[in-house]
């Protein structure tokens, strides 16, 4: 309670008045005091004037005491003072000659009478003082050597009763003492007062102040005057408005930032110089495999290091120059570009890393899909080049005679030019698919009809191996809608490839039918058949089982990827099963009714 500043100002105010009235009241008690002890030592004085002069003229005082009487009468008489009493004493102290007072004269015998009129008679003059009785009744006594021809012959000894003034004293310190209380209390209440008006608008500052601390900007202070009070109150109002304002303008700001970073395609990551994540970005997250849970202020070394230790806060701020890199890093399937660099404080002191995070798997697969296919056409084409090259140098050196021989020549020329045209064909259609260039003229057709003209076509081939080639199905007729040239393409290169890889003697069916509304074209052969490991790779771009062998076959290793890039132009699908040594099926499944054109 005494700590609030309103008891502080009343305890303060009311020790400021309680120190002025005492040291006023002490000062006019004193001054009151004084005066009345020199009126009463002036009284003494004109005493000693009345009765002085007879006293001196007398020779022997003892012996006069008759007419020591007489002046001490006259004096009563004419000027006795009420509280006056008069003792004259001889010489020697031993006898009191004449007194006024009726009263107790064994004072006489103190030490400090005693003392005074020794000294008096010693010194040959006045001697005063304020003396107290064993009731606490002040008096004052004035001595005086009685002189003849300049010889002692005896004492004046001249005493006031100060009770009067002691009552008087008594009187004023009574009412100064009243003054006193009632001029505390009345600054105690007064204390209150002003300080409620100082201390009212300081409590509702703190107040608002508390609200502002915890969010609330919507309190002001009521402005009641305009003293220093005022101005602090509406200084107080001026900082919440600007506060108010600053705060809603950084908010704003950190929302845009915030929707920024958490809609950025690329993956953003803060660590602070304890390592501790500050920011990590949804995408961050998601390319980081970290699931859902908070990350803020969560160690990042502990996270990333069993990902990539070269990546941690520590390794970088000890090994990396400038803290600042790049590093490709695999997560599963993806291939993630940690780009990272420091950001510095207001000194220029770099306190933590930014890592941004791309996922260039994409990029990086179409790179090495790239690379992949270069490399691939280069040597596709390498090989009958060189092969023409070296039957062309034969020819043209003019070392084969033989017309049949150069015929013979001439036929492989033709055969590995054929072959590169088609690769050249092959390449061609499937960049056209690639850039959406195909456009498939979808009609209503017959499969069973584009089944029967496709194995015609092919018979002459599966006779040359003495391959029973038989088409299955149920049905006269199974009309959908597609682009019969492209189909047609389809189910020649499955047939094609049935007759190619099946030895002699051996059998290829091909089976149309209709299921959930769909077409199936399902070609089967007991040929070599396909290793498990291989399958999955069928449709890749220039794959092929056997390389060197299903070169000589003349294929290019592009029939099945354009297979599959018609069959999903007409939004069907295309599997294999093969069983390695015992025979494949090709499955393609069309509906009936397609959409896309
Ligand atoms: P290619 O022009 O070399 O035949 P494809 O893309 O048509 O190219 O076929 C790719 C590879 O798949 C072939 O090289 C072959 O190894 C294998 N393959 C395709 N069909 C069959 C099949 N019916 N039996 C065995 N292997 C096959």
Redesign the pocket.
């Known amino acids: 309670m005494f700590r609030s500043i309103r008891w502080k100002f009343v305890t303060i105010y009311f020790i400021l008045v309680l120190i002025a009235m005492l040291v006023a009241g002490i000062f006019i008690i004193k001054e009151i005091d004084d005066l009345h002890i020199s009126e009463a030592s002036q009284e003494l004085e004109g005493v000693r004037h009345v009765l002085m002069p007879d006293l001196q003229d007398l020779m022997e005082l003892s012996q006069n005491k008759e007419l020591v009487l007489n002046i001490i009468e006259d004096y009563k008489r004419v000027s006795f003072g009420i509280n006056e009493e008069v003792w004259v004493i001889d010489d020697n102290r031993n006898d009191v000659i004449a007194t006024t007072g009726a009263g107790d004269s064994s004072f006489l015998k103190d030490e400090d009478s005693i003392n005074l009129m020794v000294k008096a008679r010693q010194e040959q003059k006045k001697q005063e003082l304020v003396i107290k009785d064993i009731n606490d009744n002040r008096a004052m006594v004035q001595v005086y050597p009685i002189t003849n021809l300049g010889e002692n012959t005896g004492i004046l000894f001249l005493r006031r009763d100060l009770s009067s003034v002691d009552l008087t004293v008594n009187k004023i310190r009574e009412i100064i003492i009243r003054v006193i209380v009632a001029s505390s209390l009345a600054t105690i209440v007064l204390g209150f007062i002003i300080s409620k008006s100082i201390s009212d608008p300081i409590k509702d500052i703190t107040r608002k102040a508390v609200l502002m601390s915890k969010g609330n900007f919507e309190h002001y202070v009521q402005v009641k005057s305009n003293d220093e009070i005022g101005e602090l109150s509406e200084t107080f109002n001026f900082l919440t408005r600007r506060l108010k304002k600053s705060l809603r303008e950084i908010s704003l700001e950190k929302t845009k930032v915030e929707a920024i970073v958490n809609h950025m395609t690329d993956g953003v990551i803060a660590v602070d110089n304890h390592h501790h994540i500050i920011l990590m970005n949804p995408k961050a997250i998601e390319l980081l495999n970290f699931g859902t849970e908070g990350y803020f202020e969560t160690d990042f070394d502990k996270l990333i290091e069993p990902i990539s230790p070269t990546l941690t806060y520590n390794q970088i701020t000890t090994e990396v120059e400038d803290w600042v890199g790049t590093q490709l890093i695999t997560i599963e399937d993806s291939i993630v570009k940690f780009n990272y660099a420091p950001y510095v404080n207001d000194q220029d002191e770099k306190t933590g890393i930014v890592y941004v995070l791309q996922d260039v798997t994409d990029a990086e697969k179409l790179d090495a899909m790239r690379r992949d296919f270069v490399a691939n056409v280069s040597h596709e084409l390498k090989t009958p080049l060189t092969s023409i090259k070296s039957y062309t140098e034969t020819l043209m050196d003019g070392y084969v005679d033989d017309p049949e021989t150069q015929k013979q020549f001439l036929k492989v020329i033709d055969s590995e030019a054929e072959r590169m045209t088609r690769l050249v064909r092959d390449l061609l259609q499937l960049s056209n698919f690639d850039s959406h260039k195909i456009t498939f003229y979808k009609e209503y057709n017959d499969y069973i009809d584009l089944a029967r003209k496709c194995v015609n076509q092919l018979m002459m081939s599966a006779k040359k191996k003495n391959i029973t080639i038989k088409m299955i199905t149920t049905q006269e007729q199974l009309v959908g809608l597609f682009d019969l040239h492209r189909m047609e393409q389809v189910v020649i ?1 499955i047939l094609s ?2 007759i ?2 099946t030895p002699e003697n051996g059998s290829v069916d091909i089976q149309v039918i209709e299921r959930d509304d769909r077409a199936i074209v399902r070609v089967k ?1 007991n ?4 290793p498990n490991d291989d399958i999955l790779s ?1 449709f890749d771009r220039f ?4 390389k060197a062998r ?1 070169r000589n076959m003349g ?7 354009i297979a599959k890039e018609i069959v999903h132009g007409h939004e069907g699908s295309i599997e294999i099963e ?1 069983e390695f040594g015992k025979g ?1 099926v090709v499955i393609i499944s069309i509906p009936m009714d397609v959409t896309g054109f």
Request: glycine share 20%; no cysteine.
């Open positions: 290169n490839n049935a190619k890889y052969d040929g070599i058949g396909i069928i794959y092929r089982v056997d299903t294929g290019t290793g592009l029939g099945l990827s093969s494949t």
